[in-house]
T-cell receptor
């Protein structure tokens, strides 16, 4: 158990819909990262927050957005979903950038 | 564009065999990490190498960072079924911090009893 909690673990939704994935970082960790893992693209960095502020952006689509709240939990919002968005979405956390990153168990999203 | 290519993509061996997984890139990385991911779980950090030519050992696992910091290898001696999993290398580009780790394509290892 990494200490990073993600919900829901599994989600099935239709194309065009919107979903929210939630993440609680390890106690004391200020940085939260979101990654997408798919069979064809591997593990791709999406976005990072540090203490509520966006710090780095990766290959995140405009249809996706994220935020980190004052209590440090984070949400990843995925809208206008397409079949190709089906993937495993990981949240990870660390004390700060440059420290070891701990991954959650992921949220499986299936778009049908 | 995948910056880090791993080979082989899939490896199925018997318990007790040795194996080596390679992670190659044309880019230079300031550090490189190796992770293992088991089904239903997120990647777990095994090791970080930061110096060109560096060798680190973790029990039966030996990690090496290339002299030019463009490639790395993972060698497992006397593999055990518990070593089964997806092995991922991840490189940190210079001056970007760990938050922009670039992950490799992955090597799926199956060790049979």
């Amino acid at each position: 158990d990494s200490g990073v909690t993600q919900t829901p673990k599994h989600l099935i939704t239709a194309t065009g819909q919107r979903v929210t994935l939630r993440c609680s970082p390890r106690s004391g960790d200020l940085s939260v990262y979101w990654y997408q893992q798919s069979l064809d693209q591997g593990l791709q960095f999406l976005i990072q927050y540090y203490n509520g502020e966006e710090r780095a952006k990766g290959n995140i689509l405009e249809r996706f957005s994220a935020q980190q709240f004052p209590d440090l939990h984070s949400e990843l919002n995925l809208s206008s979903l397409e079949l190709g968005d089906s993937a495993l979405y990981f949240c990870a956390s660390s004390v700060s950038a440059g420290n070891t990153i701990y991954f959650g168990e992921g949220s499986w999203l299936t778009v049908v | 564009t995948q910056l880090l290519e791993q080979s082989p993509q899939f490896l199925s061996i018997q318990e007790g065999e040795n194996l080596t997984v390679y992670c190659n890139s044309s880019s230079v990385f300031s550090s490189l990490q190796w992770y293992r991911q088991e089904p239903g779980e997120g990647p777990v950090l095994l090791v970080t190498v930061v110096t060109g030519g560096e060798v680190k050992k973790l029990k039966r696992l030996t990690f090496q960072f290339g002299d030019a910091r463009k490639d790395s290898s993972l060698h497992i001696t006397a593999a055990q079924p518990g070593d089964t999993g997806l092995y991922l290398c991840a490189g940190e580009r210079a001056n970007t911090g760990f938050q922009k780790l670039v992950f490799g394509t992955g090597t799926r290892l199956l060790v049979s009893p």
